[in-house]
């Protein structure tokens, strides 16, 4: 009977999961008009958008990838070890011997370092070595035809299809991320369309294919989203005892000159210098990890990719490949959080009255000017981090 019973049970969300797979496809197919109205309207050959619109499968673990949220909330050390690690270095090193003088051109042209534009290569996809193996155009159009972010993938999708119809490509090349990125650097269509160029000098633009394109293509996309040459990104450095670290963050921005006067140095010792060029206060780990002053090129990087640690992985990894020094602050061993409980973070915060907004589980700005302001009255290092006193407090208070 029990064997019965569970029988039935399995059959039951078997149902229940293949009737809202069904529903979900049979919106997909009923969205497909629409993708091939719109796509005949930005100027694509309905010769060619008709037969590839009405081919697209529709793709149920985009959507899964895309509702997924991390149980647990990511650290640096946790991020960055992964990141920027001896095997990317040895292979950026290598693959700059390969490209050196083509590189040389190309920080000539755009005023991008060629070791930016390599950094960027590694992290994107292992200088080439993982590209993506979803189905672009049904990822695209899966995603266009879900109501969550419809009309950014719906003008995403159009694009891929102005691409396939400008390089002739064809759907089995069109091959990357769940969300739609392509190539050697991961560009999004509209990317793709606007920034990416022929490196090569063969009259088309292969992003999967030709490195000198892809190189080409990350060095323009660069200069055009703000790249300031002669500027590097940042660097390590260590702040003197009593710091105050409400100074973080980029509302704090000021010139090298005035960090020097409050006593930070580079990270291995000797004088930051005097200079004019702006900067902020970036503490991604607490005050036991590394702290970084960040420029102007920084925020650049951010234009590419939104995170504080992605920018440092870039910034650092290009570092290391022209034979700079890897971080001297030793990365701590941070609890990991769920994030469940950074949400009950933040309505602790909130009950005590430093306001953080809706708890979400992000730890975003507000949330850390909420823990600073919490770590102050608590006389704790207010750092915006949440260290374990501080959790601990919160724990008690429950």
Same mark, same amino acid.
């Given at each position: 009977?029990?064997h019965?019973?569970?029988?039935?049970v399995?059959?039951?969300?078997?149902f229940?999961v293949?009737?809202?797979?069904?529903?979900?496809?049979?919106?997909?197919?009923?969205c497909k008009?629409?993708?091939?109205?719109?796509?005949?309207?930005?100027?694509?050959n309905?010769?060619l958008?008709a037969?590839?619109?009405d081919?697209?499968?529709y793709?149920?673990?985009v959507?899964?990838?895309?509702r997924?949220?991390?149980?647990?909330v990511?650290?640096?050390?946790?991020?960055?070890s992964k990141?920027?690690?001896d095997w990317?270095?040895?292979?950026g090193?290598?693959m700059?011997?390969?490209?050196k003088?083509f590189?040389?051109?190309?920080?000539?042209?755009?005023?991008?370092?060629?070791?930016?534009?390599l950094?960027?290569?590694?992290?994107?996809?292992?200088f &080439?070595n993982?590209?993506?193996?979803?189905?672009?155009?049904?990822?695209l159009?899966t995603?266009?035809?879900d109501?969550?972010?419809?009309?950014?993938?719906?003008?995403?999708?159009?694009?891929?299809?102005?691409?396939?119809?400008?390089?002739?490509?064809?759907?089995?090349?069109?091959?990357?991320s769940?969300a739609?990125?392509?190539?050697h650097?991961?560009?999004?269509p509209s990317?793709?369309?606007?920034?990416a160029?022929d490196?090569?000098?063969?009259?088309?633009?292969?992003?999967?294919?030709?490195?000198?394109?892809a190189?080409?293509?990350?060095?323009?996309?660069l200069a055009?989203? &703000?790249?300031t040459?002669g500027?590097?990104w940042?660097?390590?450095?260590?702040?003197?005892k009593?710091?105050?670290y409400?100074?973080?963050?980029r509302?704090?921005?000021?010139?090298i000159?005035?960090w020097?006067?409050?006593g930070?140095?580079?990270?291995?010792?000797?004088?930051l210098?005097?200079?004019?060029?702006?900067?902020?206060l970036v503490v991604?780990?607490?005050?036991t &990890?590394p702290?970084?002053?960040?420029?102007?090129?920084?925020?650049?990087i951010?234009?590419?990719?939104?995170?504080?640690?992605?920018a440092?992985?870039?910034?650092?990894l290009?570092d290391?490949?022209?034979?700079?020094s890897?971080l001297?602050?030793t990365l701590p061993?941070?609890?990991?959080?769920?994030?469940?409980?950074?949400?009950?973070?933040?309505?602790?915060l909130?009950t005590q009255?430093?306001e953080?907004?809706?708890?979400d589980g992000i730890m &975003?700005?507000?949330?850390r000017n909420?823990?600073r302001?919490?770590?102050q009255?608590l006389?704790?290092?207010?750092?915006?981090?949440?260290?374990?006193d501080?959790?601990?407090v919160?724990?008690?208070?429950r």
């Amino acid at each position: 009977m029990r064997h019965y019973f569970s029988a039935i049970v399995v059959s039951f969300i078997c149902f229940s999961v293949s009737a809202e797979q069904t529903e979900a496809e049979l919106a997909f197919n009923t969205c497909k008009p629409e993708l091939l109205s719109k796509a005949t309207q930005a100027g694509v050959n309905e010769q060619l958008a008709a037969p590839v619109i009405d081919g697209l499968q529709y793709q149920a673990r985009v959507i899964e990838l895309d509702r997924k949220q991390p149980e647990f909330v990511q650290t640096f050390p946790s991020y960055f070890s992964k990141r920027v690690n001896d095997w990317r270095i040895n292979k950026g090193k290598e693959m700059y011997a390969k490209h050196k003088s083509f590189l040389a051109s190309l920080t000539h042209e755009y005023g991008v370092p060629a070791h930016y534009i390599l950094s960027f290569w590694g992290l994107e996809t292992n200088f &080439g070595n993982y590209k993506g193996k979803m189905p672009v155009l049904d990822s695209l159009a899966t995603l266009a035809c879900d109501p969550r972010r419809s009309s950014y993938f719906t003008q995403e999708f159009v694009v891929a299809l102005e691409l396939m119809q400008r390089e002739s490509l064809t759907t089995e090349q069109m091959v990357g991320s769940w969300a739609g990125a392509m190539g050697h650097t991961q560009f999004m269509p509209s990317a793709y369309k606007h920034y990416a160029i022929d490196g090569d000098g063969d009259n088309k633009i292969d992003l999967w294919n030709s490195e000198q394109d892809a190189l080409a293509s990350a060095a323009h996309f660069l200069a055009n989203l &703000g790249w300031t040459p002669g500027l590097r990104w940042g660097r390590e450095v260590q702040l003197p005892k009593e710091f105050n670290y409400g100074l973080m963050g980029r509302e704090h921005k000021q010139s090298i000159t005035e960090w020097a006067k409050l006593g930070l140095k580079k990270a291995d010792g000797s004088e930051l210098g005097n200079a004019d060029v702006e900067g902020y206060l970036v503490v991604p780990a607490g005050h036991t &990890g590394p702290k970084f002053l960040v420029y102007k090129n920084f925020r650049t990087i951010m234009r590419w990719n939104n995170s504080e640690f992605y920018a440092i992985a870039v910034g650092n990894l290009a570092d290391q490949l022209i034979g700079g020094s890897p971080l001297k602050a030793t990365l701590p061993d941070l609890p990991v959080y769920t994030r469940q409980t950074i949400k009950s973070l933040q309505a602790y915060l909130n009950t005590q009255g430093f306001e953080v907004g809706k708890p979400d589980g992000i730890m &975003g700005p507000m949330t850390r000017n909420g823990i600073r302001q919490a770590q102050q009255k608590l006389n704790l290092t207010a750092d915006g981090f949440p260290s374990k006193d501080l959790m601990d407090v919160v724990t008690q208070t429950r």
